[in-house]
């Protein structure tokens, strides 16, 4: 990549359209990255990459939001200032 710490992704590729059937999900992609170039991705962000034999659906999901952030205390917090600590 050209940056340092960051994936780059370029070069999308969607299906073809072979028949009347559109995959709404691909539709989604496609429409999002209208226009894009190239992406970079944060290195920790991302949890895997994989390279397929045969193609699949595409998804794009939100994770799960489980409402279980907390801070985390460092030397600089004390619990005067952070009273979850």
């Not at 709404?24 to 397929?52: C, M, T």
């Not at 205390?73 to 600590?85: F, Q």
Request: overall charge negative; some cysteine.
């Amino acid at each position: 990549s050209d940056m340092f710490g960051f994936i780059l992704i370029e070069d999308f590729v969607f299906g073809e359209q072979t028949s009347l059937v559109v995959d709404p999900s691909e539709e989604k992609l496609k429409l999002e990255f209208n226009g894009v170039k190239r992406v970079y991705l944060p290195s920790h962000a991302i949890h895997r990459i994989d390279e397929v034999e045969k193609q699949g659906v595409a998804k794009i999901r939100d994770g799960k939001n489980t409402n279980k952030v907390a801070l985390f205390p460092n030397a600089g917090t004390s619990k005067k200032d952070n009273p979850s600590c």
